[in-house]
């Protein structure tokens, strides 16, 4: 049996990650699948944490074996959900996250009807921006990419099924949203 398989998606910076760990922290049991990226790691990342980390070359080598649900190029990388990670995340636990750029979760969606998607938004673009570049792990174009491409993303936000405002210092709020879109009463 398969377990409920939620996706989380927004722009870079919106607190995706921080949201989907609080859930966690305030009691929602999940399984997540992890990422597959071309993208170099980050200071405190490792192996499988938050990604597993491939060569372009063997990361194409997958998709052209058909082990990829979902995958798309962003911001120069390529990031995909392979087909024996989320099977096997799913057959173990109840609810699954998922946490896609929109692109993919649009794909995800596509492919799979029945899954619930959920978007997670800053309160403003000067909230956004600011936490890009507090966050020092990208050149000032990258960020006005992210921006960019933030911007168009924040235009079609009738796509998901849910939108989550994660507002500064209400973290707890935004998480508590999440969960009770997961498990509701």
Do not use: C
């Amino acid at each position: 049996m398969q377990g409920k398989l939620v996706v989380v998606t927004g722009p870079s910076g919106a607190g995706k990650d921080s949201v989907i760990g609080k859930a966690r922290e305030l009691g929602l049991d999940f399984g997540m699948i992890t990422t597959t990226t071309t993208r170099s790691m980050r200071p405190g990342e490792a192996e499988g944490q938050p990604y597993y980390f491939v060569s372009r070359e063997e990361f194409e080598q997958r998709v052209e074996q058909g082990d990829m649900v979902e995958w798309a190029e962003v911001y120069g990388n390529l990031y995909g959900s392979t087909k024996t990670e989320v099977d096997r995340v799913r057959r173990k636990y109840p609810v699954t996250i998922i946490r896609v750029d929109p692109q993919g979760a649009r794909t995800f969606k596509e492919m799979i009807p029945d899954v619930i998607t959920v978007f997670i938004q800053p309160p403003s673009f000067a909230f956004l921006e600011k936490r890009l570049v507090n966050r020092a792990s990208d050149s000032p174009e990258v960020i006005a990419h992210r921006l960019e491409v933030a911007k168009a993303e924040m235009q079609h936000l009738e796509f998901w099924d849910y939108r989550i405002t994660n507002n500064e210092g209400q973290l707890d709020a935004a998480a508590q949203e999440l969960i009770d879109i997961i498990q509701p009463a």
